[in-house]
């Protein structure tokens, strides 16, 4: 199978999207921001909830603070310190000692040590690898795999497979101090195959999409593909401290837990910061929340470490099988946005993880219980999984390569996977700035303007030309193409000072979506609702310093429900 260079002009920026309201998430948070008030520490909703319900049972919380703080903390209240942190620890607490924790004059913050859980649910060609594999795409560009890229996998494990022999340059395991990070789920070794898989023989055409990068693999998921937050904490700290050693530019966190509080006090969210500070490019999956078990769509329900900013976010695309990208849609389970508490604009790119064929672990909890999932056997198995999971593997083999090409700054990598990505139906809550295109990302680092002449089915380039103008004349599919200081697509998309996208989508001091959706200083959505000093959103909801929702539920210093 083969694809082609795409070029859309598609320059979008992460937002906060203030105008989105969730009746739950507002009880949620109201009574957070209520029982906080009579406490000392920030407290996640989790520990909130188990506090009103009677703290019955032991739990297990992550408070920040040094070894000394944390030695004072646990002697006063009797409390087992589980695991030191490089900025603070889990200590078990005991059953009814959860308040006097939490009014502690020395504790800060207070987070659940919650559940994390693998996101699971053609990449190669869709995205366009397999091109930039081959060399020659452009003039005197050779071939790029991302050779010699760290790529930190925080999974399961990675198995010992002939894919990625010599190339698992290191492995630890988080969930045991004597273990020996062994993949006993298989999550973790089919999301370093979509990475970094090489073909075993010069016959076998497995290929990731980075087939020259290294593996390091840090297990922090069972044999169930659960794990704890400490640990993934852990995990990404011992990836900084070792980054020089292994060549470490991609952290891969292809799992996720509920967002319980906001990314500043998250501190799943805290350790993603400082890899970003340190340099480190952090790739995580968006969740696979995106409808309800009756097949109602969900919204707000992005998990974390995916609520970070400092992440590139990732939902997942169906395919449907093909390279070409005029059937690819939005995978109807891949959660969207926005995030619950910061309200930002979430996922940031979506990829290919709809039934993506990749590398199974022998003898796994996934190849023993779901054979229907097996495709093939003995060395020839392959394991077919869906979800965010496969789609955030996808781009961190795209960040290895466009590292790999002297691509600097983590910022600079997500605007180009962002700028250069192709638009996908949805909206910005469930696609983000659209589709990663790594073809289209490279091109966009090179000197000139690359021009492609396409098939009618949108598969294979039949001619590739160099255009060192800044303004070229294109054909594709009979639509024009200018790119010049403003780019018209197609029917009719303008990028200048601002954007005119499609039916009627203008981007620039403001945005007009669709049918009337115009965000600026104010929001007008639909038909006729307003925000400016509050919002008023669809047939009567009002937000600014108090809330009318739907049929007469009114927030303010006290609430109206129902009638």
Known sequence: MATAFRRFAGRVRPLTLSCVVFAGLLLAAAGSAEGQGRRHARISRDLEQRLRAGDTEATSVIVPGSRERIARIAARHGLRIRKHLETGAVLDVPAGMLDAVAND????????????????GVTVQTIGADLV????????????????IGVAVIDSGVALVPELRGRIVASKDFTDDRGLGLDQHGHGTHVAGIIAAAGATRFDETR???PGANIISLKVLDAQGKGVAGDVIEAIDWAIKHRARYNIRVINLSLGGAAMQGYADDPICQAVERAYRAGIVVVASAGNYGKTADGTRVYGAITTPGISPFAITVGALNTKGTPYRSDDEIASYSSKGPTAVDRLLKPDVVAPGNKVLGLAAPGSTLVREHPELVVGNGRNARLQLSGTSMAAAAVSGAVAVLTEARVRGTETIRRLLQQNSVRVPGGLVATGAGAVSLDLALAATLPGELETTLHADGTKPSTIAFCAQVACGRQTFGNPLLWGDGIIWGDGIIWGDGIIWGDGIIWGDGIIWGDGIIWGDGIIWGDGTIRTDGIIWGDGIIWGDGIIWGDGIIWGDGIIWGD
């Open 105 to 120: 004059s020395e504790v800060d913050q207070l987070s659940s040590n919650h559940l994390v859980e693998a996101h699971m």
């Open 133 to 148: 594999q081959q060399g020659g795409w452009a003039p005197n560009v050779g071939p790029l795999t991302g050779a010699g």
């Open 208 to 210: 990731g999409v980075a």
